[in-house]
């Protein structure tokens, strides 16, 4: 009896940490950073020392987003006192908006050049590679 309890017990946990890789939001979609290809059109927002830009990527534009998106590595952010990681006086913030498809966009926030956070669907994330969009005005 106690080896088939340590078999289940294992089970479980072995099944528990394997549906800790993938955070899913809605049905079966991951939360990412995700410009499928079928999008051909990126709204975005910049704002950086109380100056807000505002225009549309497309074309080229936006297949160098895409790139950049898919090559961004992150891990869950979780702060103890449930603050955000957005530095709001000397921090920079990318807001891309998909309007094409079931994804729709993220916030990229640079806090410094090693200090990068992503805001997807709600959920921050620590960048583990921070780089600066592919982004023109």
């Not at 528990?16 to 939360?31: D, F, H, K, Q, T």
């Not at 160098?64 to 103890?80: M, P, V």
């Not at 000397?90 to 200090?115: A, C, K």
Request: glycine fraction near 12%; hydrophobic fraction near 35%; charged fraction near 25%.
């Amino acid at each position: 009896m106690k080896r088939f309890a340590a078999i289940f017990l294992s089970l479980a946990c072995a099944l528990g940490l394997a549906g800790c890789g993938n955070l899913s939001v809605g049905p079966g979609r991951p939360v990412s950073t995700y410009i499928g290809d079928y999008v051909t059109r990126v709204d975005m927002t910049h704002s950086v020392g109380g100056v807000t830009t505002q225009w549309v990527a497309e074309n080229e534009e936006v297949d160098r987003l895409r790139t950049w998106a898919s090559e961004l590595e992150y891990e869950i952010f979780a702060d103890e006192e449930g603050r955000s990681p957005v530095d709001e006086e000397e921090g920079e913030r990318y807001d891309f908006v998909l309007t094409e498809g079931d994804y729709p966009g993220f916030t990229y926030i640079i806090n410094g050049p090693d200090d990068c956070y992503l805001l997807i669907e709600g959920n921050w994330f620590s960048v583990l590679n921070p780089s600066y969009p592919p982004a023109g005005g």
